[in-house]
C-alpha cells in the first residue's frame, strides 16, 4: 500500500438520484477513512459538487462522536445522508472557473482523494475532475463509486441500489398480486416502473414468481421493440387463459422508431434526458379502448429507492465493500477510476472487487441482453433470472423508535426557508 508521508484529508460526497445502499457505500468510505488512520479527517460535501462549490461541508470524524450517529445507522439509513445535486460541469475548457474553484477548495482542505458516489452523470464529472488534476499536475485521487438502481453502468456487474430496488419491486409486484386475484371479474393491472434506457429494474419483476403465481405475466423492457398490436394480442391471448393479468412495463418503453410509448413531450433535463411519465397510463387507456375490460395502472415511483426497509442484505454489504476499496485505492495511488465488481460464480454466489478507467465507464449504459429477453419480446429468460435472484437475498435488521425506522438525522438537508426568502 502506498501510504501518505505525511497527514491529509480526503473528502465524500453524493450525486444523482438516491438508492437504499448509496449510504451503505458513504458508511464503507468513512468506516475505512477511519480504520486506515492514513486521513486525519473525512469531510462530506453537502449537496455533491455544488457544496464545494458553496463550502459547505460536514466533518465525519466530529458527527460520529456525538450521541446517537454510528457507521451501522448510516449504513441501513436511506436515501442520501449528504443530499444531492444534478450539476453538470461542462469541460475544463469551457468552464476554468469552476475547476479552479473545486481544486483550491481542496487544497484548502488539505484534500488527497475526493470519493464521489453515485451513477453515469457522477462518473462523468469523475472523468472531468481526474483530467483536469492530471493537466494540471495535481496529486488528489479522485475515484467514483458506483450506485444507481437502474444497473446501467459498464464494466461492472451489478450497481449498488439495484439489488434493494428489485427486491422493492418483486415484492410489491407479489403484493399486487394478492390484491387483484381476490376479484372474479376480468381485469388488466399495468405496473409501470422506472428504467428510461435500461430494462433492469422490471426485469427484477419476474422474481416475484413463485409456486402458486406467475405475476407479472408480461414483461415489456427498453431493449425490445415495442408493438401497440402485439401488446393487445399478448394481453388477449393471457385473458383467455385467466381472468387477472399483470403486466409490468418499463417506462422507457419505445416503438420500433425509437419514439417513446409515453414521453413528456419536449422536455429534457440537463444531461439531455427526455423526462418520461405515462407509459402505464397510456397502456392502460389502450386496453379499456381495444379490449374494454377493467384495467388499471400503477406508477412505482421514488418508493422503490427509498424502502430501506425492504433493502437487500447483499446489496448492503457490497455497497460498504466497494465504499472501503474506494479508500483502499486511493491509498494505492489510484485515480481516474471507478470501482467495480466482478461476479465468480451465481452458485455459490461470489464477487470480487477491483477498478476500472472510468473514462470508459462514463455516458455508456449497460444494457439488458437482447438474448436475457424472450424472441416475442413479453418476457425474460431464466438465464436473466439467474443473474437477478442472489442481489435480492438477505434481510436487514432495522431499530425502531416509537413504531418507525431509527434512521440517521437529515437535518442539515431540511434547512427552512423565512419568509423574506420566498
Known sequence: MNKLTQTYNCMVAQ??????????????????????????????????????????????????????????????SPSMYLGSCRYKIKSFQDDPATYEKIFEQ??????????????????????????????IGSDVRIIGIPKTIDNDLCVTDHTPGFGSAAKYIATSVLEIAHDTFIYPVDSVTIIEIMGRDAGWLTAASALARNDYQQAPHLIYLPEAEFDDDQFIADVKHILAQRQNVIVAVSEGIRYSDGTYVAASGSAVDQFGHQQLSGAGKTLEYLVKEKIGVKVR?????????????????????EAFAQGQKAVLLSLEGVTGAMVTLE???????????????????????????????????????????AYLLPLIQGEVSLSFTGGLPDYMPISHLNACRSKTEE
Open 15 to 76: 450525486s444523482g438520484g438516491p438508492t437504499s445502499a448509496i449510504n451503505a457505500s458513504l458508511a464503507g468510505v468513512v468506516h475505512q477513512v477511519l480504520a486506515s488512520k492514513q486521513y486525519d479527517i473525512c469531510y462530506g460535501s453537502i449537496n455533491g459538487i455544488v457544496g464545494i462549490l458553496n463550502e459547505n461541508y460536514l466533518n465525519f470524524n466530529e458527527i460520529l462522536e456525538l450521541p446517537n450517529m454510528s457507521i451501522e445507522k448510516l449504513k441501513l
Open 106 to 135: 481542496f487544497e484548502k482542505k488539505n484534500i488527497k482523494a475526493f470519493f464521489y458516489i453515485g451513477g453515469n452523470d457522477s462518473m462523468d464529472t469523475v472523468m472531468k475532475l481526474s483530467a483536469y488534476s492530471k493537466q
Open 297 to 317: 395502472s400503477v406508477e412505482v415511483n421514488v418508493l422503490q429507492r427509498c424502502a430501506a426497509h425492504l433493502a437487500s442484505a447483499t446489496d448492503l454489504t
Open 343 to 385: 461476479r465468480l460464480s451465481n452458485e455459490p454466489y461470489e464477487v470480487t472487487y477491483s477498478y476500472y478507467d472510468v473514462s470508459k465507464i462514463a455516458n455508456e449504459t449497460k444494457a439488458v441482453p437482447r438474448n436475457w429477453i424472450n424472441e416475442k419480446g413479453n418476457d425474460i429468460t431464466e438465464e436473466c433470472l
